[in-house]
């Protein structure tokens, strides 16, 4: 790790995951007697969607997506190239999507009328962070672990420059 990136805890390990076990529990409640189906956006929802998947109390598929969407280092441009696809229908599935952050809402906003128009019996969104200041694509997500300011974060599958996420808590970072 580069010492010279400053990075302060904005929630700790023990905030998170009590965090992620309260929505284990929403959606355990929400979908009860059904099944569901964690769509999971690689890389970053890796770590949460794993640990949300142990909080469910139902029968839980999970499935892997991957994408990529061209911009900057900061900020995604919308236009988003799928890498790896679902490899299974998801016709009259409960899909919840996995996703580590909401920030401009480009890249979900793509991805949820995508995975629409595959005729799911539903399709929610359940993001650990949201940064609803950065908004420019209509997205709400039905889940939401923590609502946070327009600042740059890392930690628990969050990268900068695809380093830190792996850091057991979620922490801002001052890039140096
Ligand atoms: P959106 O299309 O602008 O909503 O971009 C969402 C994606 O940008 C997320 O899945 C992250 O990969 C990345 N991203 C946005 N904000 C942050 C951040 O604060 N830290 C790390 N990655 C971020
Ligand atoms: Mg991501």
């Known amino acids: 790790m580069k010492m010279s990136d400053k990075i302060s805890i904005m929630f700790s390990e023990e905030e998170v995951s009590g ?8 959606i355990g409640k929400d979908y009860a ?9 690689l890389k970053g929802a890796a770590f949460f969607a794993c640990e949300l998947a142990k909080r469910i109390s139902l029968p839980v ?17 919308g236009v988003v190239k799928i890498i790896q696809d679902l490899d299974q229908p998801i016709r009259g599935k409960n899909v919840i999507i996995v996703e580590d952050i909401i920030d401009t809402g480009r890249t979900l906003g793509y991805l ?3 995975l629409r128009k595959r005729d799911p019996e539903s399709v929610a969104l359940c993001t650990l962070l ?31 420059a695809q380093k830190y ?4 808590f979620i922490g801002i970072i001052k890039p140096e």
Do not use: H, W
């Open 19 to 26: 965090r992620i076990r309260e929505l284990g529990e929403k």
């Open 33 to 41: 007697g059904k099944e569901v189906l964690l769509v999971c956006v």
């Open 61 to 77: 598929q999970m499935e892997f997506m991957r994408c990529s969407s061209y911009g900057n280092e900061t900020e995604s441009s």
């Open 112 to 114: 949820v009328e995508l």
């Open 130 to 160: 949201d940064k609803p200041e950065r908004r420019v694509t209509d997205v709400k997500a039905e889940y939401t672990g923590f609502q946070i300011p327009d600042e740059f974060v890392v930690g628990y599958g969050l990268d900068y």
């Open 165 to 168: 996420r792996n850091l057991p």
